[in-house]
């Protein structure tokens, strides 16, 4: 009768934790399908091995520095512009110089002059002009200034958008590290403690098939584990995961 009791008492454990379980897998696909657009929960094949996607990852990406990310680049690129900008708004305040040149043909009419008969202004048939303005801005309603200050407010902005970008991309890459060590020192610990509690079952089936223990000895030694390799696949899964979110975001994946 204990031995009953017992039992159920471990399947009772084994069905909640398996409806917790359940749960989460539910609301993973969920979040799946939202991040994806789709109507419905999905989720990814269970053909997928985490490794082959691990290893993937590393042949199509290569670690770059925190400055070299895409989005710290395209940051940076928007900086240089705005830099322009800034630049032209600037010129525009400056004297320009323009030269300007004509050339009139005139034709055989004769024009009459007073006292002379004249084919054009220099007496040939082709004139040309050559002359330079300059141009000096004094005022024009502050549309210069207001451009320049438009400038400025943008450079200012992109400057701030890359020093953010440049900060997340350094913080990210060392959260992964971190994370990966974390991961390597549980998944470590895992094994020893899948390997422990193994040599603990067998230790156990070996006395009580020579007399000494109880059928409660069986399984609790059983039961953990079950549990040392339920965290031995988790924390390796983890780790994999981690080294996947590294490469992610301190790489240039092509």
């Not at 009772?12 to 799946?32: G, T």
Request: hydrophobic share 45%; proline share 3%.
């Amino acid at each position: 009768m204990p031995d009953v009791l017992r039992a159920s008492q471990e399947l009772s454990l084994v069905r909640l934790k398996n409806a917790a379980l359940a749960a989460d897998v539910v609301r993973a696909r969920e979040a799946f399908a939202v991040s994806l657009g789709l109507p419905s929960p999905a989720g990814a094949s269970s053909k997928i091995e985490l490794s082959a996607a691990l290893q993937g990852l590393q042949r199509s990406c290569r670690a770059v520095p925190a400055h070299e990310r895409s989005d710290v680049r395209a940051a940076a690129v928007a900086v240089a512009t705005a830099e322009r900008d800034v630049k032209s708004s600037t010129l525009a305040h400056l004297p320009t110089i323009d030269a300007v040149s004509s050339v009139v043909y005139a034709s055989d009419t004769v024009i009459a002059i007073p006292e002379r008969v004249n084919l054009s202004l220099n007496g040939l048939h082709t004139t040309w002009t050559v002359g330079g303005v300059l141009t000096l801005p004094l005022y024009d309603g502050g549309v210069r200034y207001g451009q320049r200050k438009e400038s400025l407010g943008k450079l200012q902005i992109a400057q701030a958008r890359l020093r953010r970008a440049t900060e997340d991309a350094t913080r990210e890459a060392t959260e992964a590290e971190q994370l990966i060590a974390i991961a390597r020192e549980r998944s470590v610990a895992a094994r020893a403690n899948r390997e422990l509690a193994a040599e603990a079952a067998r230790l156990t089936k070996f006395g009580f098939s020579n007399g000494h223990g109880t059928s409660f000895d069986l399984l609790e030694t059983d039961r953990r584990l079950w549990i040392a390799e339920d965290d031995a696949l988790v924390s390796e899964a983890a780790l994999v995961s981690a080294q996947m979110i590294k490469l992610l975001v301190s790489s240039d994946c092509r």
